[in-house]
């Protein structure tokens, strides 16, 4: 089979890479586990002769800053105890080395393995996710037998390392191998979005599995990356404002008010977090007897990291914040840009978006469209706390590929084909 001549080394560091940057699997939750397989990575990178003097010169460069910043605003501005520092520091070692690692290996054919290894695991999770709708209860018990402990607290939450499926919480969406729904859509759209760049925005096998794939997620804040991602694509293919573009536009606003599934949800979903955000106490009471955390919703965390750090959040307060949350309400924070905010500010969220934008721009050559590229990392974010995996933190070394692996003449083929 195809599949199994794919598996090469490549392939091996980025399905373990993505496993670890998934928080899903008792892999990403256990810190040994996690040391082991970079530990592995860098064995590999080093046989293979992967590690560039330019690289370890930008990491030094790179980490040295990092030093300074975080050492500066606890020293500075925060004031906070030593735990706080020795937190961000461990982020550095564990989350920003992991990118940097996998960058260095694999280089130039890094995107396309990420498309290649996604979409397989796409594929696969189609087949778990029948086999959730069709026989949810048997799921679950085998899960819960074979299931390693993750460190989710969550009631019903089991992970069988390539899929997870939550009882009564997501039993008719697809979580695939990430820890929820939504999460897996924004691996989903990133990876569509790293397809689109390699095969020039054509549309072929790999687009339509990732689109389905999408879709069974049943995420808003995903679907909306989607439609950002196919209007890039739209626009990519056809530069020219014409007469079908001038007629998608008033579609798609017809879409987001008439359909209950996108505006409605948006702005009820607005509503409940507000009304959430003002019953904090009544919330705490019933969260703590059932030992859970206050799972506040995108528009709520949002508003209670600001109402909690105010003009901290210029700089950031800590990546261990949920500590001083904690110390009133024991809450769960589910908004990807404001977390960043609050781990590393408004400073250290636009770097991020800089070196985004520093790498997608001469993929989609235009101005406008490397807006729709923005958007699309801010709908998925905004949504789920990603930006701080090293799934997006590769955008910090990550380089630009001129043609996928093994096609040095067709561009139009790509990596990711199944």
Request: net charge positive; charged share 15%.
């Amino acid at each position: 089979m195809k599949f199994f001549k794919d598996i090469n080394v490549q392939y091996l560091i980025t399905f373990f890479f993505l496993l670890l940057t998934a928080n899903a699997n008792f892999l990403s939750s256990s810190t040994p586990g996690w040391f082991i397989i970079m530990f592995l990575m860098i064995l590999a990178g080093v046989i293979k002769r992967q590690f560039e003097k330019r690289d370890m010169i930008n990491l030094l460069w790179f980490s040295i800053a990092y030093l300074l910043f975080i050492f500066f605003r606890f020293y500075v501005v925060n004031e906070l105890e030593t735990d706080y520092l020795i937190s961000d520091i461990i982020f550095l070692v564990k989350y920003i080395f992991l990118s940097f690692i996998f960058c260095a290996i694999l280089k130039d054919e890094a995107i396309a393995y990420i498309v290649k290894v996604v979409t397989h695991l796409a594929v696969l999770s189609f087949i778990f996710f029948i086999l959730q709708l069709l026989a949810p209860e048997a799921m679950f018990r085998v899960f819960s037998a074979i299931s390693f402990p993750t460190g989710n607290m969550i009631p019903g939450y089991t992970n069988f390392l390539l899929f997870t499926y939550t009882k009564g919480f997501h039993d008719f969406s697809n979580s695939g191998f990430v820890w929820e729904p939504g999460a897996f859509g924004c691996f989903l759209v990133i990876a569509l979005m790293f397809h689109f760049f390699l095969n020039r925005f054509k549309f072929d096998n790999t687009t339509i599995i990732l689109v389905i794939a999408n879709i069974t997620t049943f995420s808003t804040t995903n679907y909306l990356g989607l439609c950002v991602l196919l209007i890039l694509a739209y626009r990519f293919r056809v530069p020219k404002i014409n007469i079908y573009l001038l007629i998608l536009i008033p579609i798609v606003i017809a879409l987001v008010v008439f359909i209950p599934f996108l505006g409605d949800k948006i702005i009820d979903t607005y509503k409940e977090d507000m009304r959430d955000l003002n019953h904090l106490k009544v919330l705490e009471k019933y969260y703590h007897h059932n030992r859970m955390q206050i799972p506040l919703n995108r528009f709520s965390s949002m508003w209670h990291i600001i109402n909690s750090f105010g003009d901290k959040l210029i700089l950031g307060v800590s990546n261990k914040y949920n500590d001083i949350l904690n110390k009133t309400y024991t809450v769960n924070i589910s908004n990807g840009i404001f977390d960043f905010f609050a781990k590393f500010g408004i400073v250290g969220f636009f770097y991020l978006m800089y070196r985004y934008i520093r790498f997608c721009r001469p993929y989609v050559v235009k101005f406008e469209n490397v807006v729709y590229c923005i958007l699309i990392l801010l709908a998925l974010s905004f949504g789920e706390p990603i930006l701080i995996l090293p799934f997006v933190l590769i955008f910090l070394f990550l380089r630009k590929v001129q043609t996928p692996i093994g096609h040095k003449e067709k561009e139009s083929d790509n990596l990711a084909g199944i």
